[in-house]
């Protein structure tokens, strides 16, 4: 079946750039001087022997970055970032990961193969050692891999005569394998990125300095008998299938090719279940990108792969491919300036681009990909390759090469509370998927502006919206949670300390109240305090016009409105998990305390250098602002913003303790007395909570607690609590909770490491 | 320890009113022609070894209804309300609750003592039958009782001089039941209902007409020589227990009085563990009242027994009693119209009363109250009494009684749907209240606004919001179930049909997607549906024009928005609950069918006379109106209200089915195929939701469904699924649903009778 002139048929709003992404990503660990690490796969991360996405390839400190399926590359690339904030910061934190593809100087004897659980996976390690050499297995690169969209290719199918789609898309991929190898000289001009090898890399003879030793035969290629014809998928199949037999593979993954068939767990599946994607396995990382591949890159490979379907396939496959295979070799091993010779078919490539562009009228973006290919065909200079040039110091890229792993490092570093490329979501939804990702938890985003993630592992899911919210409360209990005159009443009749108070739905109701609070200490609120309006506290008791006033201000507000009695004292959060207190916080109002020579305004700006302070919750904290309400703050202490601060003088900036006004927060967990946490996580486990946030008013911390005796009051149970805050704080050392509720929704995951 | 004239040295502002009450309220069961019942206790009502509600006091047939504590007596009368209200329909529907506490004409061998699994409370009224005869255990009465307020025991407390509180609330309650006890004549007076005995009801010589047979000593009194004195509480409690070890009584609550003391398991325990609260036991039901006491009986009540502690308690305590004992025969045995006696002290009662409302400053209603009194005592024709007198036919009652009895059944058996007294909460909790009390679990509004309950049979305790938010679903699941677009994920994931489709955050992603849809039926929607804003159906395709405005007209409503296939078809709402479905309906606009005689507003009166449609939500169904929508579509039809509709000619009033706007209800769960229900009841499942309403568009539901082909489309799950929509339809048999989910919570609560 041949399958030519198929995408000129489509109606040009076909979907032609429909389509699945994934990109799997090679890089060494090295130390702090650019020597290869040899510490073992760190174990904070999932076992190796089911972590979906972060793996050893050949040697132990060679890690493999997989992304799982993405509609788009940008998603592709979203994930690929992500995944490697986690692995980033999951090894060493004196350990980099490597940018090139060429490994840094090395010795044979330095490589030791992936210490995986599965005995088959080491002795394939074992072999491949023995084979081809150890030094070649540390070449490390991507593979991008690419299914065609179920909608384009349905319209595909629509245009063609054929009638068994499977074996129509077994066709269309066979066909852009084969156009993919004829080509294959283009990925290796354009993209080539291993110009040097280090010194004692290679044993033979090799070119000082080329495009890409990794995309010639130095490179990591199987033995010059193995060749696999692609005229057909028949004649692919079994020709590997001989070899296997005949002992000259041991696997089918040992065929490596610049393209495989990927999808079904046998090469000879593909012929009756077709294949489903394929894999290109020909990039070397890009020293200049973090994640090792540009946005670029993979949008102009994209337009490749579609000009290839675009072009007939070749008439004679296995003479077309024979010439690539050597056309390849020529560029590969060419010095980076050099430019394209004679029988490299740029026209054809570019004639197919434009008329791709113009027939589905793609935008400016395409356009100006399709143009930087152009440009790059006509001037070498413009090529990955001869990028790197300026940067070779003495025959080496090390410097280089330690430099930018540094700088890659730094980032990964920076923000280190928030997961790379998801900044816009929660933070402690952030902090969860880098957990679940680190322990290797399967996960999907299944709503990003509402924090909702499916987690797998094996055939158990859980959903978790908002960080906590999960499987294990049960449903009813947070909705308590959420009525707070519900909470009094549920806490009080099991014998926890609440405010004395009543709910009032009139103003006539509640004014018949005032004889029984009265010259006491009150608090009159809207029954939802959203946003904190409407509430009057009276720390003198109220008169009767001001408590009515009180009343009207909170009605304003909802149709019920609580007086409750004022709790004097310090107010603390504990975040209950699972019956246990996991931390308790301290949360103060922005305040700055002075050291005698600088201003106020100067500690303020001291004090917002900290990396944790940003804006507008994406930071676990908050920058201090000097605007109105702080310098009416600062007036009303006697101060000003440019006045020297007396040492050990403090002054608020504001009267709230709300972190998202600049306030400190405070770890206290290991300093309070364990009596209060203990009563707290009483409280929720009668509410019948699993996640639930407390709010103790404590007047004196030092004075234990009982279930008798609390010396302390709730004023409010939190579901769905902040988790960030607790781990991520001003003083104090903060408490990890995100790993917990991992744990304990998947128990059957250790992170142990193998 | 005497406690006199504390009342009087409190603030005017003192909690005077503050209180708890009770009401214990015993019928008789009858037939429609006023005849005592002789079938068992209802079986559909929880096992009287449990039942905190609905007992049987004496015999099989005396319903004994028990409210739980309640703050205030409005609220006490609105739990017998609804107790009567359960009480009503669970007899059965040929049988009515005597209202009068004088039994109809009887003779003894009809009496059969209480069927009870308990054997001593079977052998204790085989002995009282033994000892009273049975006849007298069949009067019914009240018994109201009442517990002081907390802090107005504190604040009186505070202005006594005396240390031990709880020696202090037992002289206070002990006081007040001395001075109800000597000026019980009051209650007699102005509250007696016993003024006839039906012929052949006793055996000696009795007047015949009094004022309360049940109030003398021919009501159900001790022997004579059973006298117990309350001059102290030592005295009361030792009397007792001697009786019980002569043997002159058999059990402590054998002790008959117009007052007891309450709140304790043996009386010996109140001397060191206190009184919680008065047995008031002389109240006579009042057959003009449904529930049998009045509210202004009980709030006169109230105010008398605040009186009583005003007044200074008698100097000699039992021979005050005794005067009191015999005033109270005698103005129990007189005649309704006859004036008080000269030894009645009514200006000591009314002064008391008068000093009470002016130093505490009660208002209109209470000062309303005590002249409604004093007016009483100078004219007999105001006492109850009195009023019954015209309705004496015959020296009897009966007539009276069974009309009343039938009305009140009538009362009980319209609108049976809601819970009377709670008709402002939501149809579906009112209907599982109802459900809970008929099962015998214990009740509590936690808020009243929010439908939150708190249900619970021994130790065992559920919370419930809107009727089917339960601990049975887990947390996230409804959280899943709020989000479509999550919802559609994780459905697809599993299989199951769903509306293809894409969601978009930007009017330029929505026209990117014009091609996939373009020629296609497409609804465009906001994600967020509420109110059903800003939703577009295109059943003819939609030119790009006029997409781009119903992206625009989406986005205005919400920033994310939805362009899904329309499912074309009829929708049906699959009620799910523990993994199987209990109920599939079917909602029809609004409409009517003609008869070829009535014109179309005929008709809809017609309809709108089922008494399942009402107003708001707070019926089953909605009035059908004929306002400009319903007017428009019928000229739309190319008809006016007064037209004559052909026979079999039905016209649509309304273009969306909602229930509220007049649609119709049909219980299609017998007649649709049983795969759909299987097929939804696994959409269920695999969300994770116990209670889950599933929305299924079925073209043609004559083809059974399957999951490899389901002829049908999943358009929505529904966590919160309205309930009373499947129990009370327009057409059908309708399907009860709460009872089920009572039965899953509660597993271990059976409802046999015993």
Chains 1, 2 share one sequence.
Request: charged share 25%; proline share 5%.
């Amino acid at each position: 079946m041949i399958i030519n002139q198929l995408l000129q048929k489509l109606e040009p709003t076909s979907p032609i750039l429909q389509a699945n992404f994934g990109i799997e990503r090679e890089s060494l660990r090295v130390d702090r001087q650019g020597k290869l690490a040899h510490t073992p796969h760190p174990s904070c991360l999932g076992a190796r022997s089911f972590h979906p996405y972060i793996q050893t390839d050949f040697c132990e400190f060679q890690m493999e970055l997989i992304t799982p399926v993405a509609k788009s590359t940008t998603e592709a690339r979203r994930f690929l970032g992500a995944i490697t904030d986690v692995a980033g910061r999951s090894i060493s934190k004196d350990e980099l990961l490597w940018p090139l593809s060429m490994p840094p100087r090395i010795n044979a004897q330095e490589i030791q193969v992936a210490q995986l659980e599965n005995e088959f996976e080491r002795h394939y390690r074992n072999y491949l050692a023995e084979k081809y050499g150890t030094k070649l297995q540390a070449i490390s690169g991507i593979h991008y891999n690419m299914e065609l969209g179920k909608d384009l290719v349905e319209a595909l199918f629509q245009e063609s005569d054929q009638i068994d789609i499977i074996a129509f898309k077994n066709a269309l991929y066979l066909k852009l394998a084969q156009n993919y190898l004829r080509y294959r000289w283009v990925i290796t001009y354009l993209f080539g990125a291993a110009p040097v090898a280090e010194q004692g890399f290679f044993d033979q003879e090799v070119p000082e300095l080329v495009r890409s030793f990794r995309n010639s035969d130095h490179g990591y290629v199987n033995k010059e008998e193995i060749q696999v014809s692609f005229a057909s998928l028949e004649d692919y199949v079994s020709a590997i299938e001989n070899y296997i037999e005949q002992g000259d593979l041991i696997a089918e993954k040992e065929f490596y090719s610049a393209v495989r068939f990927r999808g079904q767990k046998v090469n000879r599946s593909f012929l009756d279940k077709g294949i489903t994607y394929l894999e290109f396995r020909n990039f070397d990382l890009n020293p200049f990108e973090r994640i090792g591949i540009s946005q670029t890159t993979m949008d102009t490979v994209h337009l490749l792969l579609l000009a290839f379907l675009w072009l007939d396939a070749p008439e004679n496959v296995d003479q077309a491919l024979a010439q690539g295979h050597a056309l390849n070799e020529k560029i590969a091993l060419s010095h980076p300036l050099e430019p394209l010779p004679s029988e490299a078919e740029t026209q054809n490539i570019t004639t197919a681009l434009d008329q791709l562009v113009q027939h589905f009228g793609l935008g400016d973006y395409h356009q100006g990909l399709v143009k930087q290919v152009k440009d790059a065909f006509a001037d070498p200079n413009k090529t990955l390759a001869a990028q790197l040039l300026p940067h070779i110091k003495d025959k080496s890229l090390s410097d280089f090469a330690l430099d930018k792993a540094l700088a890659y490092h730094d980032y990964d570093w920076t923000a280190h509370y928030a997961l790379k490329g998801y900044e816009e979501m929660e933070l402690s939804t952030q902090m969860l998927l880098f957990d679940a990702i680190q322990k290797g938890l399967h996960f999907e985003i299944l709503d990003e502006q509402d924090q909702f993630l499916k987690l797998w592992h094996k055939d158990h899911v859980e959903y978790v919206k908002n960080g906590n919210m999960t499987s294990k409360d049960n449903y009813v209990v947070p909705l308590a949670m959420a009525n707070k005159t519900v909470t009094k009443k549920i806490l009080a009749d099991a014998g926890f300390p609440v405010p004395a108070g009543d709910e009032f739905t009139s103003l006539e109701q509640g004014l018949a109240y005032y004889p029984l609070i009265k010259g006491k200490q009150i608090v009159v609120k809207p029954k939802s305090t959203n946003f904190g309006l409407g509430i009057s506290i009276f720390q003198e008791p109220a008169s009767l016009d001001n408590y009515k006033k009180a009343l009207e201000i909170a009605f304003a507000e909802d149709t019920a409105v609580l007086v409750e009695e004022f709790i004097p004292g310090t107010e603390y959060r504990f975040f209950i998990l699972d019956g246990r207190c996991e931390a308790v916080l301290l949360r103060v109002a922005a305040n700055v305390v002075g050291d005698g020579k600088h201003t106020i305004r100067e500690l303020v700006a001291q004090k917002n250098a900290n990396p944790l302070r940003g804006r507008d919750h994406r930071s676990p904290l908050e920058i201090i602002k000097l605007g109105d309400i702080e310098q009416l703050m600062l007036t009303q202490q006697g101060y000003a913003p440019d006045d020297i601060l007396p040492e050990g003088k403090k002054v608020n900036l504001r009267r709230n303790s709300n972190i998202s006004t600049g306030g400190d927060s405070i770890d206290v967990t290991e300093t309070i007395d364990s009596s209060y946490q203990e009563l707290a996580a009483a409280m929720a486990t009668s509410m019948g909570a699993w996640a639930c946030g407390v709010d103790l008013i404590i007047p004196d911390r030092t004075q234990p607690a009982s279930k008798e005796k609390p010396h302390c009051t709730c004023i409010e149970l939190n579901f769905n609590p902040s988790m960030y805050i607790h781990t991520y704080c001003a003083e104090g050392p903060g408490q990890a909770i995100t790993p917990k509720i991992l744990d304990k929704l998947f128990p059957e995951v250790a992170t142990s490491q193998t």
